[in-house]
């Protein structure tokens, strides 16, 4: 079957840090990946995406590259702010069929 | 961008009501809408794939006879709990796949407390 698995949160940093979370995946066939946000009390949010092996999704900042030889598509920023605040889900889609999400990482950046 | 509603945004009711959540997609059509739960802290557990003028197909676990849903456009489908319970209580969120795109575009999510 497909499954996501994220770094467990939460994941405390100053402004201006850098970020790294970890995503990585096991799926049949070619999947999709995806990264969506969710702020506090809303809905999930499409950040980036990518659909085949080497792509790089980026989108405010945020940046992910989907590599094949580790089955892994972990999300950078360069220097997070306290607005990027939230939960970041890692998640992926086969054949177009419905999303298959991680566990969800929970950042909070402090001023 | 493609933009996805959800009505009501939250219920209280008491237990042993009806409930109906809709979703609808209001700049594209959706071939396809997938109604998820999400209980606090957790992430998001598909409980059953939407297709429009066909039957849903449920996940495993997921009582179709509880959760009836409703695909009767391509831009609407209606998620209804019925007879609901406290342990129906939870964060109910659609998406709707834009047709001929991978992608899926979420609504705000509806929140659900029964008493």
């Known amino acids: 079957g497909n499954s996501v698995t994220q770094m467990e949160g939460p994941v405390t940093l100053s402004e201006e840090a850098f970020l790294t979370i970890n995503c990585t995946y096991t799926a049949t066939g070619y999947p999709s990946l995806f990264w969506y946000v969710q702020y506090p009390g809303e809905g999930l949010q499409l950040l980036l995406k990518a659909t085949k092996a080497d792509d790089k999704g980026s989108n405010k900042g945020f940046e992910a590259t989907y590599r094949k030889e580790t089955t892994s598509f972990h999300l950078e920023k360069g220097s997070v702010q306290v607005s990027d605040s939230a939960v970041y889900f890692c998640?992926?889609?086969?054949?177009?069929?419905?999303?298959?999400f991680g566990s969800g990482t929970r950042l909070q950046v402090q001023p | 961008g493609a933009v996805v509603s959800q009505h009501p945004s939250w219920v209280i009711c008491k237990s042993g009501t009806s409930v109906k959540i809709e979703c609808r997609s209001l700049?594209?059509?959706?071939?396809?809408m997938f109604w998820y739960r999400q209980f606090p802290k957790q992430s998001l557990m598909l409980m059953a794939t939407?297709?429009?003028?066909?039957?849903?197909?449920?996940e495993q676990g997921v009582e179709k006879d509880k959760f009836l849903i409703n695909h009767a456009s391509l831009t609407l489908s209606t998620l209804t709990v019925t007879s609901a319970h406290p342990e129906d209580s939870s964060f109910y969120i659609c998406?709707?796949?834009?047709?001929?795109?991978?992608?899926?575009?979420f609504g705000p999510g509806t929140r659900l407390l029964v008493l």
């Open positions: 998640a992926l889609s086969v054949s177009r069929r419905a999303l298959t």
């Open positions: 939407s297709n429009e003028g066909s039957k849903a197909t449920y």
């Open positions: 998406s709707a796949r834009d047709t001929g795109s991978e992608t899926q575009y």
């Open positions: 700049d594209f059509q959706a071939t396809t």
